[in-house]
């Protein structure tokens, strides 16, 4: 019979979290592959037109700077309900990031009056740039939603949100399951918290 367990993920040793060097050598395999500027910072700046946009925190990752970018309904009433939506928590979940962009262009008129609309459509914009699940330093920016947050990229949304959690009617968190969650994500994982790989788990978002 063929032995199907699946190679050991190529970086660190199994059964062994990573350290620093297991977490730099990880870094520098990953590349940009595609730009934030181009594909999102360029449609929010068309949309200052209609709504109020604003920077809510900033990312440096070496050289790499991201602003943080939210968008607001620009007849915002404190008395209204406030419907928050994020995307790309998880930059490589292409969907969210585009989607929440199409909803406020093509959709968010029709809610004026009746609700607040606050939305954050790429939370991770460094990983949005290398189709990656986790932020630089190699921590999942969704399992970092906490006090003294690992993650700049959780900790900027969370000081945003404050000023409206009691008033959040819906919060809408977009996320996509794809092919590469079982071939790279998921072992990376495992390997990263020096587990074992169980392929077919069902993904966990
Ligand atoms: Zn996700």
Redesign the pocket.
Known sequence: MMNTAPDPYPIGTPGTPWGDEERAEWLSQQSRQRSYESEVLSVIERLKSDFDVEEYGCLDYGSDRYPLMAIRSRDWHDDLPVVLITGG??GY?TS?VHGALQFVEQHAADYAERVNLLVAPCVSPWAYERIH?WNANAVDP?RSFHENSPAGESAALMRLVEPIRDRALLHMDL??TTDTDETEFRPALAARDGKPFEPGDIPD?
């Open positions: 928590v998880h979940e969210g699940r969704n996320h996509e978002g």
